[in-house]
């Protein structure tokens, strides 16, 4: 019978980001197939969605050779080391409870390679808290906020900072919280100009954006061209 | 034939509260009818949702007898008279597009006798617009809020003031803003304690709170018991 | 590591309103952090959403520390104790079903030291039992409204009393109930002028609305220009 | 070219309903059409939907045929004459808003004989409305009840009376009252037992759920006339 | 501390119906208390979407007074008896899966004393099951109608018969059946004039609905039968 | 400046089906723009959604050198010829107001070339009226069922016919049939197995699917591997 | 008591297509009895979505006799054998997790006896992959298309081949994906021409589409009609 | 009165973006106010959706003072001159009906200093279209999709290309593509990594968006960081 996995190796080659498994839905064998496969190329791999649980169900050499981290459920297959140095983006988060999607994407950025900074439990009802970090964060090309319930912070942050806000609306909240739906409308109706969003509770994505966003530096002839028009 | 209308004329009596006219969706002729009624009775009526071309097509003595006010859709039936003194209530608005929802908030409280502030345009793109009145706002009783979008305004009045907070959703925005109901939901599952909502672009019904929030002032037995506790 | 919680202690004196935890979604770990750190300030702390199992998975010295209430799914942190006197505030049911949201309504309220009122199971389908209680109702500066399925009751309760009716609409029922939307839509759209909603199964934000609803009475300068108002 | 319309003639003979042109997206030439076949088989014609500049679109030996009524933009083409003596159903508005609908249900009784009572503008927000007519609607083996808004009525009548009751929830109303689907949820919701629906503004529905009611009925004279309808 | 539970007594005296349990959402505290007071009060009682598990949790004196049918997952308190003769309802089914809503409806039926008569799986994928029974259908003055999935067999049955034509729309299906809102819809937008509907799976209220139909019929053995109900 | 219309012209060599131009909001410049791109490449052209109003406003040339029909709102830029012979599609319509849509089908079908048969208002209320045609629908490879409202015509002729039944939803109907979206649901969930449904109002998306199916006859040797399959 | 199941037994000779057993949410006694009602009738029966945890709760002479396959989630009481020969229709997927509903399409067809391709895991987001079949998928006069997400890969295969596309939109993904809900309207509202589609993760009635489509081969003068057209 | 428009003038140097002006919604006094006030600080302003009819209802001194374009809806406000060089972003689009969305793009890109290159009509039904630029658009450090329907372009655009991909969902589309949800959600659920969207229509915030990538050229210092990263 034909494998059931057909990984897309050349992602990383084409677009500067690799194919990731997403293991919500996926039976342990497949999640082990994928790992051995990407073993045979001998290229690393980020495992997102895996509760401990799910973990816990995987071959026990699968288990051995993954890095898990069970406040981020996720894994990752070496030869991988986190990166050091001055944080380049930050990931923001409106309450306690968006924690485990902003760690997420705190993981994918370290996968590739990012230093990246967590300012946790600044949501807009308290409005000091998101203030005293204004300074901050208009130094980072990009900030990541995530948020759910309302979704205010998305605009109060989009409103402060020059870098590109990426808003991930999470599924935090209830009743008209809509499971992330009302936050995920409140970052693209924002009143904040330029303000981008990504699906509900895809901590994964925003990373994945924050890496294109700072991809764009490596290309000076661009660098210039558009530093000519910035600093009019 | 049985008449069209049928006045609940006990109802200021009973709640403190009048029975007002709903002119969207009416003709000409139930409109004229509710004013020749409440003439007829010798009682005020506020009209709302009375477009300036829906108001051209009433007889004309309707229209000579209503005091109608375009920035607000509304029109005043009288005895009555324009309030005075210092405002007991605020509206603010997060956009100019929000303005008329405001502007019928503020004519039900005239109507009802309660002087009023309008605050406009203090959007949280810019949020020193906002925390600029943020003492005055804390001086209210109640705040009306009034804002369209992702609605973050809600949340952050809601955390700056102890007074009412009564959201009022609007249908400013397009595509994702859902005609005010991103708004809404952003009202309901607002960060913020205790903030209330009415129905999308219903500045009426956020008066009308507004009304019985300051009724509650009369009632000295109840000020008093209440006081003992807050004041702890 | 950086800890998950960032209290906003400033919050009661700012607002009148403490900071809860909303214990639905957080793990032990970061609700036992959320005590501790209460406890290290010396504050009283309202934990909602606290269910018998989730409660039986804190920590002992946690469990020991706290007033649960089962009923309301709430539990409380002292320095607090139960208030006493005269009702404040009403809290009525349309069903059985109801009671939990009503309780968690009840005990916010006791937590601020407002001593309110429990009136069940009052459906409209069986109109006299609201009626009953009609006169008394009207005593009451506020009225929290709880009811699922239709919410027929806030309406009906909103053409009855003065006060301030807030409407929490519950997630009793099924099929076109919708999980408590319909009953929030009924609110929303209700024919009584004035009536507040929160969100669904939202007792804990009806209270903290009733407590901004009584702060107004220790202002004496704005009692006294909206009672010249209000008597004419 | 094949006709556009291919009347069930057999339908009144099987159920005991005609077919009715429902004019609403038909061309003035479909309607012609249909009256000129029903003409040619000399049977009777119930129109709805038809806005009076719908009608006068019609070419004028149609508008001469045919009895036509605005106030429930309906038409009927005889041999028809409108019914004498006690009312067997009763149609109750929450509104004057809701009256177009519940005259189209008046006029559909009337086109298959039944004599019906018209009770306007008995909304709950004024409950001793309703309760004056609490006698005499018990005393109907059918009940209409139209409402738009948060459709309360319903809930309120099914716990009155014995007799059957029928739905129309309408889209009087704005924002969360969703264009009549949070009355329409609000039927289905209903804490009263037993209570039917019919689609958003379908009085002709509702008269002709009445209709099948009063096929069955035990009040003798009621089943006369009735039976007479339903042997024809 | 109150009772949980305010029975609405004179319901089946002023309606013909009495007020059921609605088992779901209830503890078996609350259920145990409902049946209590019903036994104090000396009347039958009747329980809805009580499931074998729950059932199991009630006391044991309570389970030991209960008449249960796990297949319509109700249970009737006595003094009651199943009633005998001619069936004068019919409850049809689209499918298997639809039988347990249909059964709570014949459970109800019998309650009030009403013979019925099943028949199941006649959905129109296989026309002939239901053309089958159509000389047999016309003689009901209602028909009970259940289905799932896409509804059609309401307007098929609509179509062919003159009695009241009950729809219960199910949540049997999947996917674009939307848990029981596609059949809904389908009641509701029905092209059989006077079809009428009841909420999702709500095989009590549908039987409620014939409950007052049969109140008002014709046929002398019926109406026997059902003023029997209905006096007493 | 670059143009607006960058045709895909090899699309018909490629699948069978060349690109048509949906003349819904495209301005008169870019329909004219298209009908040229097409004359200077001498092939056949096909506008749909072309309503009188929009022909109207078309340059004059354009108009001339089009076959507009507006039953059907389409127009045909040729070389083309209307097909004749034996029809090898059926398209059959629920109600008079679908026919818009069905005969937007039968024109696509003609305009590659497949004769048709239009079967108008024969909606399963009136059941006899589709049985009637049973015989004759059995032989067509593909039957294309057009119907609003409740839809529940897709499930009978899927349940009486071997071709591939192809459903359209139509928008129309009112209220509950929420503008097609309920018989599109009704076509995915039918009970009929193998039932495909394409988007509401489409009828030149059936047509395409129709010649889709009939475009297989062409290839042998797989008609000779599935015929042995069938006829065991 | 009558039995559950009523069997459409002529289904198969009347339209080609048996009724096959949806097990989810029937009863092992339910399931259990349609087994015996088909071994009593000497056919051969597919039942679908059984979960391997259904499966070992039927009882041990019904597991019997089924041909189960976890991977599908499907049985096949024989008679019946797996077909072999070349495949006449492909089935594709996005993704992984898409399997389980392409597997059960395969085996539909394989209870028919129609030998068919799988393809996995071929999305659009690699391109390359797709494309790498394309010269293949043209020869197939059917191919199902399943994914989950944004369902790219329908208007990607529609644009490239002639045979029937039929989308399976699965339930793959979370928040935007909607269960499913996206990548159905991404198939209704594709771009390519005359796409069809069957209800979210429907394997089996996509394989019963694909029957229809081959069961046309056996129309010699059908064929030759169409061919003359599509030759042109 | 107060002034109905509050400028947030400090945005421009807060964050690089300046407040523009969305017409809908506004009257003609309100626009003419907010470009006096931008007259007044000498300070450029943007206008969008600003229909032809919109624009001749303004002031004449107004609308000479406007840089008006048709094609996108927008006027500027000088002082400002449209930029040249070497376009820094791409705007893609999937059909003709996109275009309008597009340039309101370009437009806000040109108005930030910005050259952009459009590439028109290359829907993935011809999929040779897009893969055409493929290696153009690899070279953008931000590439703007606009697509309505179904939104495939984003997934493929997304798999091609390592530049920011900021996806605009467009109304363009009926039925099951629901005015632009199917395109948002498509967008949001893409299987591409980090793709980010904007609000339905609103091509002013995917160029915001645009301008916030390339301002992150100009800070060296984090150049420098990242380089280090992606040059691995």
Redesign the interface.
């Given at each position: 019978m034909?494998?059931?996995?057909?990984f897309?190796f050349?992602?990383r080659e084409?677009?500067?980001?690799s194919?990731?498994v997403?293991c919500?839905?996926?039976t342990p064998q497949?999640i082990g197939e994928a790992i051995e496969l990407a073993q045979a190329h001998g290229v690393p791999l980020l495992l997102t969605r895996l509760a401990p649980e799910a973990f816990a169900t995987l071959p026990p050499p699968a288990q051995a050779s993954l890095d898990y981290d069970p406040s981020s459920r996720t894994a990752i297959l070496g030869p991988w080391h986190p990166?050091v140095?001055?944080p380049?983006v930050a990931a923001v988060t409106?309450?306690?409870?968006d924690?485990l999607v902003a760690r997420e994407a705190l993981r994918t950025l370290a996968f590739?390679?990012?230093p990246a900074r967590?300012i946790?439990?600044?949501?807009?009802?308290?409005?000091?808290?998101i203030l005293k970090h204004e300074e901050e964060l208009r130094r980072?090309?990009?900030v990541i906020v995530v948020a759910g319930?309302?979704?205010?912070l998305?605009?109060?942050v989009?409103?402060?900072?020059?870098?590109?806000?990426?808003a991930v609306p999470t599924?935090?909240?209830?009743?008209?919280?809509?499971g992330?739906?009302?936050a995920?409308?409140?970052?693209?109706?924002?009143?904040?100009?330029?303000?981008?969003?990504?699906?509900?509770?895809?901590g994964?994505?925003a990373?994945?954006?924050?890496?294109?966003?700072?991809?764009?530096?490596?290309?000076p002839e661009?660098?210039e061209?558009?530093?000519a028009?910035?600093?009019?």
């Open positions: 034909a494998p059931d996995v057909n897309d050349q992602r084409r677009i500067g980001l194919e990731a997403f919500l839905g996926k497949q990166p140095g001055e380049v409106a309450g306690t409870s924690l590739y390679g990012l967590e946790a439990d600044v949501g807009v009802a308290g409005l000091w808290r980072y090309p990009a319930m309302e979704g205010a998305f605009s109060v989009g409103g402060l900072v020059r870098g590109v806000v990426i599924s935090t909240g209830y009743g008209a919280a809509r992330g739906e009302t995920l409308h409140a970052a693209l109706a924002s009143c904040a100009p330029g303000v981008v969003t990504v699906n509900i509770d895809n994964y994505g990373a994945c954006a924050a890496v294109r966003v700072l991809g764009t530096h490596v290309r661009v660098s061209r558009a530093s028009v910035r600093t009019e």
